[in-house]
């Protein structure tokens, strides 16, 4: 017999020891013991029920939170665009009662800082690429002019300015870009 059989035997034998027969225990000590049982399976049963419904308030609240996320988060975002949209309609009234091109340029000039100081709060920023060399993945190219003045494949004109979110390209610059002349 090998060790592990010997070992194996003299804990079944001890197992046997310590488990008293059954013919041994009374009615009462099983009535006893079955009671005993019944209460740990309540008491589990019931744990179980309660780890279920804190599992499906869980989601719920979860699902809830995500909800109200895509509902309002650009919440902060509308905040900060209302005083853009304030100074465009104080702009447009002063416009119509008021003449002064000086003055119109000047609050159109401070919107458009507000503006983009808006925009920059939440990344984004604008892509002006005037003179720079041509990059595809930020620049779409819509007409290619001959000039002699500047290095090939350069800017030579923005016709709408692109825009990146966070890094991400939201809209490409539209943009003139040069060749040799041949």
């Given at each position: 017999m090998t060790e592990n059989e010997q070992q194996a035997s003299q804990d079944a034998e001890v197992e046997q020891q310590e488990v008293p027969c059954q013919e041994e225990l009374s009615a009462e000590e099983l009535a006893r013991q079955l009671e005993e049982m019944r209460a740990k399976a309540d008491e589990h049963w019931d744990k179980v029920v309660r780890a279920q419904a804190e599992l499906d308030n869980l989601k719920k609240r979860h699902q809830r939170e995500l909800e109200q996320a895509h509902k309002f988060g650009l919440?902060?975002?509308?905040?900060?665009?209302?005083?853009?949209?304030?100074?465009?309609?104080?702009?447009?009234?002063?416009?119509?009662?008021?003449?002064?091109?000086e003055k119109l340029l000047e609050g159109t000039e401070l919107t458009l800082k507000m503006l983009a100081d808006a925009m920059g709060k939440f990344g984004v920023e604008q892509i002006d690429p005037?003179?720079?060399?041509?990059?595809?993945?930020?620049?779409?190219?819509?007409?290619?002019?001959?000039?002699?003045?500047?290095?090939?494949?350069?800017?030579?004109e923005v016709i709408q300015k692109g825009y990146s979110l966070n890094g991400r390209l939201?809209?490409?610059a539209l943009v003139m870009v040069s060749k040799a002349p041949s």
């Amino acid at each position: 017999m090998t060790e592990n059989e010997q070992q194996a035997s003299q804990d079944a034998e001890v197992e046997q020891q310590e488990v008293p027969c059954q013919e041994e225990l009374s009615a009462e000590e099983l009535a006893r013991q079955l009671e005993e049982m019944r209460a740990k399976a309540d008491e589990h049963w019931d744990k179980v029920v309660r780890a279920q419904a804190e599992l499906d308030n869980l989601k719920k609240r979860h699902q809830r939170e995500l909800e109200q996320a895509h509902k309002f988060g650009l919440e902060k975002f509308v905040a900060e665009l209302l005083g853009v949209w304030d100074s465009l309609e104080l702009g447009y009234q002063a416009a119509r009662e008021n003449h002064d091109i000086e003055k119109l340029l000047e609050g159109t000039e401070l919107t458009l800082k507000m503006l983009a100081d808006a925009m920059g709060k939440f990344g984004v920023e604008q892509i002006d690429p005037q003179g720079e060399p041509f990059d595809p993945d930020k620049h779409q190219a819509m007409q290619v002019v001959e000039r002699d003045d500047v290095p090939s494949n350069t800017v030579v004109e923005v016709i709408q300015k692109g825009y990146s979110l966070n890094g991400r390209l939201v809209r490409p610059a539209l943009v003139m870009v040069s060749k040799a002349p041949s």
